[in-house]
């Protein structure tokens, strides 16, 4: 479960990591704004972002939930990546078998994520307990 704190702490860090993608944005629009091709190639990378939020979701792992969708969201983008820059033969048309196992994967890991971090939880408040008894 969340708490009060943990909500806040997550808003605030997607607070953070939209800002810092707005002004990367924004810096990279102000120096070439002459270049529109340049301007116009950084689009490749905007799966990158998505890696980006992938990560805040992952770190630190409040739930097993959160975890998985944040570990998605990482593999999307490292695919969209993947696709549009041509890695390793990689193309739309013959790579979106590789959203279908992403997709199930996280189905497969998300209750046994949760269940981890439930008893990892749950680990904690009965050590924290012991110590205040003691």
């Given at each position: ?28 629009y ?78 497969v ?26």
């Amino acid at each position: 479960m969340q708490t009060e704190v943990d909500r806040a702490r997550l808003k605030l860090r997607r607070q953070v990591i939209w800002g810092l993608t707005l002004v990367a944005f924004g810096l990279a629009y102000l120096i070439n704004r002459d270049d529109h091709e340049t301007v116009a190639r950084l689009w490749t990378y905007w799966p990158l972002v998505l890696v980006a939020f992938g990560i805040g979701n992952m770190l630190p792992p409040f739930d097993g939930r959160r975890f998985v969708d944040g570990l998605s969201q990482v593999l999307f983008g490292a695919w969209f990546y993947a696709t549009f820059e041509g890695l390793w033969g990689l193309t739309f048309q013959n790579s979106w078998p590789l959203l279908i196992i992403v997709a199930g994967a996280g189905m497969v890991l998300q209750p046994l994520a949760s269940r981890y971090f439930e008893r990892k939880a749950g680990g904690q408040t009965t050590q924290q307990s012991t110590r205040e008894e003691a």
